[in-house]
């Protein structure tokens, strides 16, 4: 990326890199090579997961830690960082290979999600945890903020309990499309309920996962949430 491209990206960031080579190795997909951001995900992983934990363990005084491992993997699911990601655009930033470019892994949740991780290690070898920290809470501020106790239900049980509360059908999950390799498949599944004109829909890399961001989804438009 040229300089300008860099310091876009980090306005969306709101962080700019003293060591620019960080965010380039952030950005880069194994496809692209050897030297790629697997290690920063890694590394991204645990900071991503202790600074969401510190932060829901502040937020509900009396969650239960049931209820906060839920919310929590909610948070820090492949689905939701892959939203973080396309908020701050990093689809078009990525340096992928020739077949992923091909194949549109700019797009594909579990690249963007890496990425994601990947830039919270490079930020924390950049300039420390207090850093990284900061800029996960803001990319995640308003998920925080929406967060209640009662999201912390399984959101298929949250949607049919809802459902029966109001003597409704209980959902139809379907399965519409699955892509990719074998081991990096994606599952599409739409999510039929009642009061809805339009299926929500979910994708994630496994059936349950997408089920449940389709319940997520339902559930957020039913209670005008979403």
Known sequence: MTDLHLQRLGNRLGYQFTRAELLDLALTHRSHGSRNNERLEFLGDSILGFTISAA?????????????????????????????ARELELGECLRLGEGEMKSGGHRRASILADAVEAIIGAIYLDSGFEAARERVLAWFAPRLQSLSLETAKDPKTRLQEWLQA????????TVVEVA??????????????????EPAKGIAGNRRAAEKAAATEAYARLTGQG
Request: proline share 5%; charged share 30%; net charge neutral.
């Open 180 to 197: 990719g390799e074998e081991h990096s498949q994606q599952f599409v599944v739409e999510c039929r309920v009642s009061g809805l004109s």
């Open 166 to 173: 109001r003597q409704k059908p209980l959902p139809d999950y």
């Open 56 to 84: 829901l363990f502040e937020k509900f005084p009396d969650g239960r830690e049931g209820q906060m491992s839920r919310l929590r993997a909610q948070l820090v699911s492949g689905e939701t960082l892959a939203k973080v």
